[in-house]
């Protein structure tokens, strides 16, 4: 996952006066209590019983021990009687006191708590600068320090990923992040189209821009109240499309050019140009919605709902639910992912691994909370996090997915259900999701959406993943939101205003140089050059 921009976080110099206290125990007693730990001592034949641990002996601690994990969640209930606390203590010998906040909430309640200096055995959320900070005050530990004991991460993170140091860790390569691995779907988000209307029409689905185009002047004849083309993602939609113009990335409007290696600006290349102008072409002819810039959400589904607009861009999710939203009145109503736009003709590539700055405070407990989320990367450890434990709360089915007897009258068994009935899908305790997970169940028209796009090879490279120092940080900081806003201002008003053109254009690339545009890129570049200097 492309690291995101930060800005300079008030509090830092506070947080590193209490630093010395979170070397201590933070408040963590180990229980002693003989019915909190496993009868079997540790390193025996045990871990058979539990599947793939990765090479890690079961159970990971030679007397009871009690680690606190603090994470945001919506359910405020994760006691000991939960399934994954119960099976966790039973398997490792750790008894695991969830912490949880609302997601809402949760960032205060975490600052509070770092500037204490009591901080719980694991927990997550900090920025990037934050943690290096408090790493260096030897605050939260080091990870890579521990790899000998760790055998999944060190496969995963020191020898298959071994850019995740570089990219995630600070200049004297000290990570003080736990990675996520493979949690990411292929496919997510997309153009949609209205298959029921096109069939209605005899109109294809297209295969490149100009069909795409042909497409929705085709829907305007057949409709002409309608705008064939709506959309609820604001300026996000400049983004959006930005992958079939070979200017996608995550930060976006930054962007890595592969063909010569170095990081550009997407809103002054001629790639952007010629999108805005097809962005122009909709727009006059009546073929955008020209609310689609302003659209809500309520606006946007009666549009896609009715015969108002028939094609847009949305998350897969849409394709069941705005069916199943619609059945009882149109029961032929047939959304379906439609192949990209653009020159390029791709999608992003969504990341293999993704940080949530998930780390480990540095007191008495840390080997014993390193290795649990050692044993939670582990396939087994995967399992349990986000399919269960088979026999006791599920059954594999005839497709190959669990079923959950317990939750068979319940309407949908997703993810938040998991979460509130077994402690399963806790955020940032999911560190190798399980690809047999009913989150990984797709319906006919998602997989549709998967196969089109992987079997057509139709995604964008991957951007490298940069490490910023605090200088850097301090840099993006100051100019980002200047040039953003600058950035989408001018996009609306070339597509919005016919005035605007060439000569606009021109005068656009030299206005937000004067903004600090060259000093924005070089942080990038001199990030980029690192980056390869590392490999």
Known sequence: MTKKLISAVAGIAMMTSVLAACSGNAGVKNETSPTQASSTPAGTPATKQYGDTGGLKLPLVNEPTTVTWMLPSNSTNIKEDKLVVQEILKRTGIKVEFQTYSPQTYQDKLKVIVASGKLPDIFDGLKPAELKKIGKQKGVVAINDYADMLPNFKKLYLEENSWVV????DENGKLYTWPIYNLNRDVNHGFMYRK???DKLGVKEWTN?????QALKKLKEAYPNSYPYASKGLVN????WSYGWGLGSESYPAYYDEKDKTWKYASIQPEHKEMLDFMKKLYNEGLIDPEFLTDTQDSWTTKMTTDKSFVTWDWIGRLDLFYNQIKSKNAD???????PIGPTGNVRTLPKVSDFSVTVANNKNKEAALK??????SPSGSELMTVGVEGVNFEWGKDGIPVYPELKDLPLVDISVLEDRYAMWLESAYLRPDRRSVYYKFSEKEQEAQNKILKGNKREAADPILNFTDAEISTLAELQTTLQKAAEEF?????LDKKYGSEQWEEWKKNIVKKGLDAYMKVYNDAQKRYDAAK
Not at 209 to 213: A, G, I, L, P
Not at 333 to 339: C, D, I, Q, S, V
Not at 372 to 377: A, E, F, N, V
């Open 166 to 169: 570089k990219s995630y860790g």
């Open 196 to 198: 029921d209307i096109f």
């Open 209 to 213: 821009t100009d069909e795409f185009y």
């Open 237 to 240: 939609i400049f983004k959006d």
């Open 333 to 339: 109503y047939n959304l379906r992912y439609a192949n």
């Open 372 to 377: 649990l989320l050692d044993y939670l990367t």
């Open 491 to 495: 996009n609306a008003k070339y597509v």
